[in-house]
Structures are given as structure tokens and as C-alpha cells.
């Protein structure tokens, strides 16, 4: 008769099965025998289960809804782990973990022993309860059953791997019988004791299996006695575990424990990495090395597609790890560049995904070796013996791989080695893909923000500039700091400096977003105040759009400072939109930061107005303009971080780009949390004699004055060469004035980086570039203009207009011809 018997053990494991509850069913699921430990758990005695079916106390499921398909099960897999649910006698369901374990008899029947090895536990899906239960369902459980003259009547394959004994030699024999001693004299005192009593005995015993690489074993013995309905003994069994194979799983699950609480602390790769080889030696392997495709660990692109053809890809050495002082096993460290022959087991790995062991490292010639010598000389030389290497996986994606290698543990690697292994290598590959997928991120803000800002600052005539942009840390990203120097006409310059709210690349592309609204807002020489109004409702216009976006992160607003200088009066317009006030240090040392009206950041729809200030620099000053980062961190407040700037910004005899240096190193030890943006500019003037400037009557003699002045001023300049387009200009420029204005026309012709013309009336008709048709005897003054200066605008004044044009000196035009 085909029967199966099922255990169940309360609050234990597999390696724990100290009083485990114990039903025997025939082949039709009938429960035949039972357990004093099976009536403690689910309360039913043995009268009101033997000769019933356990569908009694077995939930049925959607995998197994019925007791015969549930036996089906067992048969099909020869053996079945997983969570099971079972019901007790006042209700109640407990959630189990079962383990399935062929039984065999003399007459080729066989019976199925299902063990618990937890009560109440995760469900089967989650990731701890299944890798738990995966090692260990691989420490080997051996099961005898034996009738009350204690003659051996089933048995499971593993009793042979425990003593030795194969099952013909056991089957109908009492263990004095199968292999006389000492140690089989004792057991069938404990089986006699157990009979009588009807409770549980722990026996342990050391047989010694030649064939065993350890040779002695230690096996501990748990004796359950089977009863009948009316409660009498009908045999005994005994499941025996290899409490050295259990100390192995117990040392497995402590590492994945571990590796939970340590792999994933940190965005770098190369951190995770080393930890990832740190928990591997000495407990699985003498010697770990955790190899990476060489983009992961710098962001620099797509990790590897699993199965993709073409080259092998370059790997980069991330993690070592050895039992041995210096790591001699190793030719490469970390950092290196990692080759991969393409015979090798690691092209293999690369190039399918998939993990190779070899128990036995075969290095002699005509292996693989042979094409790697460098590797070939090290396993010869520290006594590598047995070799896995696990592919790191993520997302369908190769990160790289992980070796793992024995060189003094005598034991070659076996299958469930090899489970461990890909399990940590699993747990290690989500926290590598985050970190890349982080560098990536982050390496594309950086990549992102550096395209954005200025390489050259060009302050021409009007200031020197220096910068500094340094990015915060990995932790927190990099941010949306920008800064510009804008040349403006009249040899005038913008300043600016601004701060979008947030990290990453999202931060550093509404960064771009906002520059390149600066500029245009600039371009059409805005005051200050005037210029911020409109790039707040920019923002507030972007917020908007970006939420109609679904894949958009909208700006979170921002912080700006625009600043304007004139040369020619040395004096600076400023306003700033929740922003730090700018340093001015004097010629004489002195520093100040001017109280300007704070105005309230962009984008956060206050409608407060923004306010200009206007202040007259010596020549010779400085102007530091900077973001928040540099003044504000962790430990210390802004007024201490600006009075720190200001310490760094008045040291005498220092160019800018040392002042850039200094102000910057003055930042406590720690990494910022914030990006760091410092712009420096130095003011210049321009002397009386580079600008000549007249008021000229508003009539048709204008532009014969103009031309006349314009060609004495050039010949005292040595601008010979630009006298005619320079007349021409002119001539344009005021009779244009003449016409539509109807007060004094003023003329100013500014000696800088270039030459500047300048035309002012009263009239604030703004001028715009046309094509004129053939019969028109108007419209072509303005094309002139553009096709003889390098570029002109207009800009608006409380008079009125102004409408100029630049070309580039002589000199300058004679280096763009060579160029």
C-alpha cells in the first residue's frame, strides 16, 4: 500500500527537528498514523484523524485543490519544498513551510514525508522566506520508518549519505542487523524507550563514511513514535540531519542577513563592490574579485545588454578580496582594466548571462589557459583548486561579473554554492544598478550643466572675470547653479548669478531653460528690476507648461542676481530675486555687502515688485557674485559664511582666479551639500579720450554734421580703415532720427574692445530690419547698417531710443581673416 507521511514541527527548522508532529497517509490521502507532537499543534487526537482524510487538516489550494492531486504532486516532483497552509482543530489556519522527501519500501511502494520547518511564516514569494528555504531545503534530511520489532519498512536516499548503508541492506533489518556496534545498540535502546513512552528522544552519534571528503560526520537523530486511532504504537521513525551540513546553511543565511543590512548603503559602485567580495571571503571563498563593466562605475553609458553580439566589453576591477595577506592571488587591482580572452570562462559568462562552476579547476595545458597566461600562472602559483563565476544581472542588463575561487578550503564548489553565490551576487546587482543608474544621472546633470555655462568669460573692456563651479557631492547631486558675464552695448556688461531649486538633471536642464531666458531678456538691454519681472513669470509660465507634462519635472523656482556696469560712468545697477547680496571690496580692502531689496525668489507668484540700486565703483573694485552654497552649510550660519568670504576676498597683489582658489578652500572639510558657484569680476573705466559724443539740431543737416565729426574723431583714433562703413552707419543712424524724431539728435562714438556708434532721439518707435522691394525709394538704411557692423540693436531710454552699431577694429578683423 502506497502511503505519505507528513511532518510537521512547531517553531523549528530543518536543522532543528527536535519534536516534530508526525502523519502517516496511504496513497489515497488517508491519515493512518500519528504524533503526540501532531495533536499538540492542530488539536485533533489521534481517534478523530487515523482512517480520515488529512484534507481535514490540509487547506486545500489553487495549486493542489484536492488531497489525490496533492499526493499526484509529490510523485510528479520526487520531492516538493514550499509553503503550505494547514488548519487545526478550534479554526484557526497556520501558515507552514513544508519540505517533501521520498520514501521508499522492500516492495518498490513509496511514501512521502513532508517536514515543516516554520510556522507562521513569510509568505513564499517574498525574497528572504524563498532563499532561506532554498538552503535550507539542501540540508540532507534522512527518514527511516520501522515497525514495533524496530525492522526498517521505508526509507528515503539520503539515510545512505548519512551512514552509509545502501537501502537493500537496511530495508527489513534491525540496525544491529544492517551494522552491528555500539552505536546501533544504542539507538535501539532510544526506539524501545520511545515506543513505550510515546514521546520524542534526540540521539547523536558519528559514523565514518570513507567516501566523504570530511570522512566523519555528525548526525543528530530525532525518534518520533507513530500511533494508531486508539492510541497505541504501530512503529517509530527517525529523521536524521547532518548537523554539519545545518551549520553550513545556519553560516549561508547569516551571510545573506548580513549582506541585506551592508549591500545597498551607498551610491558608489566601487564601495559596494569591495563589500560585495568582503562577505564572500573566508565564508564562501578564499578569494573573491568582482569585476565591472568599465561604464558602470563612471555613469558614462547603457550598461550591457544580456546576449548582445559584437566585442566582449572592457572590464574595470571594483572589488578584492583574499584569506591571504596582499592579495597574491590577484594580477590586477582595483581600478585596473580587466582582460578577457575570448576563450576563457568569462567570455562565456559575458556573453550568455549565465554563471559557470567548475568544481575542479583544470589548468593544464589545452585548457583555457592556455590563452591567458598571466591567469594561468597565478592558479598554479597560489593553488586555485575549484572556480564560479556569477554574471551580475539587473533589469536585463550586464553589469559585470564576479569571480569567486578556493585555494586552502579543500572542498570543491557544489551546486548549492553556487545558489548562494548567485544570490548575493542578486542582492549586490540592485544596489550596482542603482548606483549606475545614480551616476549615470548624475554624470549627465554634471556633463548637462558644464555644457551650459560659460567656458570664456568675456567682460571686454568693462571687467575682468574669473569663476569657480564646484558640484556637491554624490549623495546629494549636482544642482541648478548657473553664471554668466553678457556683453551688453556701449561696452557694458551683465552680471548674473542664479540657483534653481533642486538637484540632478532636472534641476541642471530647468538650469539651461532659465540662462538661455536671461540672455534673451538681456539682449533687449532690460534694466534690472524690469529684467527679473519678466524672468519671473517665465518661470511661472514653465511651472505651468512642465504640469501639463506628464514626463516633465516642473521648476521649482529659483534665486537670481542681475547686475549691469557702464564703464564709461562706473557705476552698476543691481536687484536680486531672493538671492544673496553680492561682496564689494574697495581698492582700499574694504568690504561691504550692499543692502539691497531682497525681492522674492522666481517663480513662487508672490507679485511683489523687484527694485533696482544703483551705486558708483571705483576702478579697480571687486564684485563677487555667488550662490548660496558658498556662504551657507551645515555647521555654520550665512552671516559666518559671509564673513569667511569676505576674509578670502581682501588679500592685496591676488588675481582673480587665486581669489577664486582661496574663497573657495575656505569651506569647512566636508563635502557641500549644496553646488558652489562663485563669480568674480574686477571693474574697469574707460578714459574720456576713447568715447566722443555731440548733440546734434533734429533737421536734414544732421547727417552731413554727423558724417564730418565721425571722420576727424576716427583720423585722431589711427581708425583709418574704418571711416567709410563707420560714415555710412552714421549717416543711416541720424538721418533715421531726423525723420522721425523732433528734438536734438545725439551722437556718441565709444574706443573700446571695438567701436561702438551710438544715435539717441526722443522718438521710443522701436526700428525694425526690412527687405525693401525694388520701387522703393526708403527701407534700406537699416539692412546697410547690418551688413556693415558686426551686430546693432537699440535699447530704450527715459528720452527715448538709442540705436547702435559695432564693428570690430582693424586688428581685430585682419585675426578673423587669418583664422
Known sequence: MTSCTTALSRHVDTCE?????????????????????????????????????????????????????????????????????????????LDVSRRVSKLQGRDGTVRWLVSVTDVGTLPE?????????????????????????????????TMETHD??????????????????????????????????????VHEYRPWLPSSPRGEHILAVSFFCLTDADGQPVGVCSISVDVSECRQARERLAILNEASARLGGTLDVMQTSQELADLAVPLLADFVAVDLEQSVPFGEGPALRIGST?????????????????????????????????????????????AHIEPVLNAAPGTWTDDDPTRAGKVHESGMHSLMIVPIRARSSLLGVALFVRTEHPDPFQESD?????ELVSRAALSLDNAHQYARQHAAALALQRNLLPRDLRGGTAVEAASRYLPADMEHGVGGDWFDVIPLSGARVALVVGDVVGHGINAAAAMGRLRTAVRTLADMEMPPDELLTHLDDTVQRLADEDLDAADQTPVGGATCLYAVYDPLTRRCAMARAGHPPPAIVDPDGRVTFPDLPAGPPLGVGLGDPFESVEMELPEGSLLALY?????????????EGMRRLGDALTRPGRSLEDLCHLATESLPGQAPSDDVTLLLVRTRSLQPAQVASWTLPGDRSAGHTARDLTNRQLADWGMEDLQDSTKLIVSELVTNAARHSTGPIGLRLIHHEGLTCEVSDDDAFSPHLRRARTADENGRGLFLVAELSRRWGYRLIPEGKVVWAEQDLPSARGRAKAV
Do not use: K
Not at 493512518?32 to 499543534?41: K, M, S
Not at 482524510?53 to 485543490?65: G, I, K, N, T, Y
Not at 528572504?128 to 526509507?155: F, H, K, Y
Open 627 to 639: 550662490t548660496d552654497g558658498l556662504i551657507e552649510t551645515r555647521d555654520q550660519d550665512i552671516e
Open 310 to 354: 559584437g566585442r566582449l566589453p572592457q572590464l574595470r576591477r571594483a572589488g578584492l578580496a583574499s584569506i591571504r595577506h596582499g592579495v597574491p592571488e590577484c594580477a590586477w587591482l582595483r581600478g585596473d582594466a580587466i582582460p578577457v580572452p575570448p576563450t576563457s570562462p568569462f567570455a562565456h559568462v559575458l556573453r550568455t548571462g549565465r
Open 17 to 93: 527537528i527536535t519534536d516534530s508532529a508526525i502523519a502517516m497517509l496511504d496513497d489515497h490521502g488517508t491519515v493512518v498514523g500519528w504524533t503526540q507532537a501532531a495533536e499538540r499543534l492542530v488539536g485533533y487526537a489521534p481517534r478523530d484523524v487515523v482512517g480520515r482524510s488529512a484534507s481535514l487538516v490540509v487547506q486545500p489550494s489553487e495549486e493542489v485543490p484536492t488531497m489525490s492531486e496533492y499526493v499526484e504532486r509529490c510523485r510528479a516532483r520526487d520531492g516538493w519544498s514550499g509553503t503550505a497552509t494547514v488548519r487545526s482543530r478550534d479554526g484557526s489556519i
Open 164 to 201: 552509509g548503508l545502501p537501502r537493500e541492506r537496511r530495508l527489513g533489518c534491525r540496525p544491529t542487523d544492517a551494522n552491528p556496534g555500539l552505536e546501533a545498540e544504542g539507538m535501539e535502546g532510544v526506539m524501545r524507550e520511545v515506543l513505550q513512552s510515546g514521546t520524542t528522544r
Open 418 to 422: 553556487l545558489v548562494l553565490a548567485e
Open 125 to 157: 514569494n517574498t525574497r528572504s522566506g524563498s532563499m532561506r528555504e532554498s538552503l535550507l531545503a539542501r540540508a540532507p534530511v534522512g527518514i527511516a520508518v520501522r515497525d514495533t520489532q524496530l525492522r526498517c519498512t521505508w526509507v528515503n536516499d
